[in-house]
């Protein structure tokens, strides 16, 4: 998103996935995975092809990295071990409830501080 920020600073109103791939050095097709998710999301537009190409849907500053974290990410930050506790140990059988709380609480915060976190913010710390 930063990478696809930038781009359009320069005047350029579309970055193509091949670009953004050789910016953030990645597949193309990983890039275009990301694109669906964060087209559905609302944050760019895509569009198909010869004058097609990848564009944000709004402007840097009202982008929040939560709402890009929210977008490309389906599971929590940090997971949980699932696995079976063993019935003999109180510690064992404790563990998920516990360890579930603590990583509610480390998703929340985080989501919290992603959403105080500008696409601009990041921008603004390019050097020109």
């Known amino acids: 998103m930063t990478a696809l920020a930038y781009h359009e600073t ?3 109103k579309r970055a193509t996935s091949q670009y953004l791939a050789t910016s953030i050095r990645t597949n193309p097709t990983v890039i275009r995975r990301l694109v669906a998710r964060l087209a559905d ?3 760019i537009r895509a569009y198909k092809g010869k004058l097609g190409g990848i564009e944000l849907a ?3 500053s ?3 990295l939560k709402e890009v974290y929210e977008a490309v990410l389906d599971k929590q930050l940090i997971q949980a ?3 079976a506790p063993k019935k003999q140990c109180p510690v064992s059988c404790a563990m998920k409830k ?3 709380e603590v990583i509610d609480g480390l998703e929340h915060r985080s989501l919290d501080y992603l ?3 500008k ?3 990041l921008l603004n710390k390019i050097p020109a």
Do not use: F, N, S, V
């Open 98 to 100: 516990i360890m579930g």
């Open 10 to 12: 320069l005047g350029e």
């Open 119 to 121: 696409l601009a913010d």
């Open 58 to 60: 709004k402007e840097p």
């Open 81 to 83: 071990p699932d696995k």
């Open 62 to 64: 009202e982008i929040t």
């Open 41 to 43: 999301a609302g944050l």
């Open 115 to 117: 959403g105080h976190i």
